[in-house]
């Protein structure tokens, strides 16, 4: 594909309304570097726009969905340096794709890989997946949203555990905390969440789109604020053709077809 030229360290596919994007820096098991990290929210963006795009896949390889920041990067900065450069402000982006995101992830889920893996909606593991926030062991702590996010997911007593000892859990253990939705034999970790994928793209977009931005109110937001958001949300739905179609189908005893109007 002719815009796959432009990206050095993903590569970009379609697979029916699937996008599939893969981090693609394997001699140093996906370490995101800021140019990786341009180009991913430039593609994610780019899928978000493009109508034909209904759902995202995330993915690495076997050994490593990504295991971090690239240190070799970080290794000379200076605080003023950092602060200037602003290097995680990018990674707001993400949260604002509207599309829903699968990560599937395998191997290496560490530091910014973890923190990268948090921000998809729903995440889809090999049984080989090791996630952890591993930065203390490196003078440091996560600065992508690790000590936030994974509070929230997991919550304090696990983060705490994880964030100060910088130890990885396992795929299973990852499972039991709500980490992540499935683990499935390495062999199949990415079929398994494209199948994922074009289910959730065959359902009316519209109602995809609300559903996902109504869950991310929920996260940082009192019950009240949701509510509202959500009421709003499902009222405006009624002015989608797609709302007339599904519960008419539902009436007359067929299969909708939605369009995304
Ligand atoms: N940055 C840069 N290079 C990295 C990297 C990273 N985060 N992780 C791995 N690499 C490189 C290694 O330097 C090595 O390169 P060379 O072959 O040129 O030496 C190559 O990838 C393969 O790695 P290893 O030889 O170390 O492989 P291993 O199987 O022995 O160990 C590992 C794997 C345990 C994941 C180990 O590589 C490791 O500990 N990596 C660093 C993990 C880490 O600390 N991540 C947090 C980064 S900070 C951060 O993410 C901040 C934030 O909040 C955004």
């Known amino acids: 594909r002719g815009e796959q030229m432009d990206y050095e360290f993903i590569r970009v596919a379609r697979d029916q309304a699937v996008g599939i994007i893969t981090l693609h820096r394997p001699e140093v098991l996906n370490a995101l570097n800021l140019k990786l990290v341009d180009e991913l929210v430039e593609a994610l963006e780019n899928m978000d726009r493009d109508d034909s795009v209904r759902t995202i896949v995330l993915t690495g390889n076997e050994k490593a969905f990504a295991a ?11 605080a003023i340096s950092m602060l200037l450069k602003d290097q ?3 990674w707001d982006r993400i949260a604002t794709i509207n599309k829903p995101i699968i990560a599937a992830v395998s191997g290496y889920v560490l530091g910014g890989g973890c923190e990268l893996m948090m921000n998809c909606d729903i995440v889809i593991a090999s049984e080989t997946t090791k996630i952890g926030q591993p930065e203390i062991n ?6 992508a949203g690790g000590t936030q996010r994974l509070t929230k997911m997991v919550g304090k007593v696990k983060a705490m555990e994880m964030l100060l000892t910088g130890s990885p859990i396992s795929a299973e253990e990852a499972l039991r905390y709500g980490l992540v ?7 199949m970790y990415l079929q398994e969440a494209v199948t994922l994928a074009k289910k959730i793209a065959a359902k009316p977009p ?10 991310l109110k929920a996260i940082d937001n009192p019950l009240s604020e949701g509510l509202a ?4 949300c499902f009222y405006l739905l009624f002015a989608s053709e797609d709302q007339t179609e599904g519960m008419r189908a539902f009436v007359e005893k067929r299969k909708p077809k939605f369009t995304g109007r």
């Open 88 to 90: 995680f402000t990018v």
């Open 181 to 187: 939705n499935k683990v499935v034999p390495v062999e």
């Open 206 to 215: 519209l109602a995809v789109r609300l559903i996902k931005k109504s869950v």
């Open 138 to 143: 490196l003078g440091v702590m996560p600065g």
């Open 68 to 78: 971090g920041a690239d240190i070799d990067e970080m290794a000379d900065e200076t």
């Open 229 to 232: 958001y959500e009421r709003n």
